[in-house]
């Protein structure tokens, strides 16, 4: 089975441009999230998509939004791009069979963006 | 104060030794994923635990619900093993998978 996949790897923009970037997850995985890493802050929590509806935010900025897709591929886009959006994006997906139960989370490689 | 840290922030090992990481949070949990990242950034999910113990070759963890505590150890390390390791909980929410996570142990094992 494919794992999760992330496009593009690399992204180089300039300040007040605008991003998206792409994930698809593993065949059967409903649940997607999105996560930032930085050197000062870690790994952050974006978002979470489910079944086409985001089911929790983190606490970013109104310039992050997301969307996922009938097929689960998930989109982030990241409008009036600032230096410090430059990150590590990953997604990660996750086999939610039920309400409340947990999954472990399968990540795909990153996407590393740059902000000029 | 973190909701969740992790001791230590660095360490080095000679090749053979025995290593533990610690993880400690503060707010209720689902489960809790102890993560290896290496460099160039691709993380890989060691274990996911809500209670007890697991082990995976000569990796153990374990976790104290009481506690609040979970430990990642390492028997016989190997220069292979040099990574970030990252702990992250699920906290008690119903139906999300967000992760909150911890700043992650740099491991060095040296030959």
């Known amino acids: 089975k494919a794992g999760v996949t992330q496009t593009p790897r690399y992204l180089i923009k300039t300040r007040g441009q605008q991003v998206t970037l792409s994930c698809s997850p593993i065949?059967?995985?409903?649940?997607v999230s999105w996560y930032q890493q930085t050197p000062g802050q870690g790994l952050q929590f974006l978002f979470e998509?489910?079944?086409?509806?985001?089911?929790n935010k983190g606490n970013f900025p109104g310039r992050f939004s997301g969307r996922q897709f009938s097929n689960s591929r998930s989109e982030m886009n990241v409008s009036t791009l600032e230096l410090g959006d430059s990150a590590l994006y990953l997604c990660?997906?996750?086999?939610?069979?039920?309400?409340?139960?947990?999954?472990?989370?399968?990540f795909g490689p990153g996407t590393r963006l740059t902000v000029l | 104060k973190n909701e969740v840290e992790q001791s230590p922030q660095n360490l080095t090992a000679q090749e053979g030794e025995f290593i533990t990481i610690n993880c400690s949070y503060s707010?209720?949990?689902?489960?809790l994923h102890w993560l290896q990242q290496h460099p160039g950034g691709g993380i890989v999910s060691l274990f996911m635990?809500?209670?007890g113990k697991k082990k995976h070759g000569r990796l153990i963890a374990t976790i104290n619900i009481q506690e609040k505590h979970s430990s990642l150890h390492i028997t016989a390390s190997h220069p292979r093993d040099s990574a970030v390791y990252i702990c992250?909980?699920?906290?008690?929410?119903?139906?999300?998978?967000?992760?909150?996570f911890g700043k992650g142990t740099k491991l060095t094992v040296n030959p």
């Open positions: 990660a997906s996750s086999l939610v069979t039920s309400g409340n139960s947990y999954n472990e989370q399968f």
């Open positions: 635990l809500s209670s």
């Open positions: 992250a909980v699920r906290p008690t929410q119903g139906g999300s998978e967000k992760l909150v």
């Open positions: 707010v209720g949990i689902s489960a």
């Open positions: 065949s059967g995985h409903r649940s």
């Open positions: 998509y489910f079944s086409e509806t985001q089911r």
